[in-house]
T-cell receptor, first 114, second 111 residues
Framework: GDSVTQTEGQVALSEEDFLTIHCNYS??????LFWYVQYPGEGPQLLFR?????EKGSSRGFEATYDKGTTSFHLRKASVQESDSAVYYC?????????????FGQGTSLSVVP | EAAVTQSPRNKVTVTGGNVTLSCRQT?????MYWYRQDTGHGLRLIHY???????QIGDVPDGYKATRTTQEDFFLLLELASPSQTSLYFC??????????FGPGTRLTVL
């Protein structure tokens, strides 16, 4: 079945460090890919999405590029801030799905220290 | 702004207890979902619904029932709660743009 794998379970950085969180997916066709962010004590919220090969999604300084060749959608940010500390989820909506159902990765907890 | 509310925010029960978690959305969305969130597993879909009276089975349905009474209200029922159901539960809704709007979560502890 469809699946999403996030390599890093936890990431610890200092402010102004470069961030990469790896996301690989397994699905047929062209699924829609998402990054969600969950701040402490809140529910997840959409960061951005991408629907086509080579499409770049971006928001709040974060970006990711849909790569069908490597089945990846890695999250990157050039300079993280303490306020970016949160859990990040990669997710996909199967292209074959007639229902609005998402498949989530395991989540990556980001901790940024001043 | 999308609005999804959940109640209670925290719940403690005992093994074998009966628990109902409530979710209401005021966005006129058709789709609603129940997830559980556990460390190492991320968000896992329990049940979901297209509209009032509709129910679809998710990926981890065992031990859970759900009911969608109106377009706004979606309930998750644990009739014989077990410690393995201790978790953080999220409700979400979407109107078809595929962006899911999540509630603030309910933390359930089964002793």
């Amino acid at each position: 079945g469809d699946s999403v794998t996030q390599t890093e379970g936890q990431v610890a950085l200092s402010e102004e460090d470069f961030l990469t969180i790896h996301c690989n997916y397994s699905a047929s066709g062209y699924p829609t890919l998402f990054w969600y962010v969950q701040y402490p004590g809140e529910g997840p919220q959409l960061l951005f999405r991408a629907s086509r090969d080579k499409e770049k999604g971006s928001s709040r300084g974060f970006e990711a590029t849909y790569d069908k060749g490597t089945t990846s959608f890695h999250l990157r940010k050039a300079s993280v801030q303490e306020s970016d500390s949160a859990v990040y989820y990669c997710a996909l909506r199967p292209s074959s799905s007639s229902f609005s159902k998402l498949v989530f990765g395991q989540g990556t907890s980001l901790s940024v220290v001043p | 702004e999308a609005a999804v509310t959940q109640s209670p925010r925290n719940k403690v029960t005992v093994t074998g207890g009966n628990v109902t978690l409530s979710c209401r959305q005021t966005n006129s969305h058709n789709y609603m979902y129940w997830y559980r969130q556990d460390t190492g597993h991320g968000l896992r879909l329990i049940h979901y619904s297209y509209g009032a009276g509709n129910l679809q089975i998710g990926d981890v349905p065992d031990g859970y029932k759900a009911t969608r009474t109106t377009q706004e209200d979606f309930f998750l029922l644990l009739e014989l709660a077990s410690p393995s159901q201790t978790s953080l539960y999220f409700c979400a809704s979407t109107g078809g743009t595929y962006e899911q709007y999540f509630g603030p979560g309910t933390r359930l502890t089964v002793l």
